[in-house]
């Protein structure tokens, strides 16, 4: 028995698993099937008769299609460095235009850090020192109050997680930004 999962959108793959697939199950007497079943992505030899998912496929059916060795061989290469990043590699931008860009992003960051630590503030106005005002809802509700309480602290964290990569990102680009 044998049974090969693709899940694979290479064309390559798909075909190699094909000519195993048959290979093994036509040209070997003893393991020879009258039926292959296919089960999704499952393509077997198991007898998946009862199984309602499955559906048998006659060999008649499938098509096997050789693999030049050459495109195994190119297969089993690992591809060029700029090919697996596409064009990005290829095109380039001229110093001012890289320049402009630079500083748009730098503004666009500082602008992002100062709504940030706007945010930052308000929470910390918010949160009291771990004591917050409770609100009317949370005077009979002490579970919703614990959960704000927790809610805001989460918030204070992430926003100066926040404020730490854009301040990173700042200090890539050359900027100094008070912490």
Known sequence: MFAIQSLSSNPLTWSCCVVALLGSAVNTPSVAQDRVYRCGDLYTSADKSGDPACTPLGLDRITVVPVPPDELKAA??????????????????????????????????????????????????????????????????????????????????????????????????GAVVQP
């Open 76 to 173: 089993a290469l690992p591809k060029p460095r700029a090919a697996r990043y596409g064009s990005r590699m290829a095109t380039r931008v001229s110093t001012p235009a890289q320049t402009q860009r630079d500083g748009e992003s730098r503004q666009i960051l500082e602008a992002e850090w100062r709504k940030a630590r706007e945010r930052l503030q308000e929470l910390q106005m918010e949160y009291n020192h771990g004591e917050p005002e409770r609100l009317g809802s949370e005077r009979n509700n002490p579970q919703k109050y614990l959960d704000r309480v927790a809610a805001l602290q989460s918030s204070i964290a992430r926003t100066e997680a926040d404020l730490t990569g854009i301040r990173r990102e700042l200090a890539r680009m």
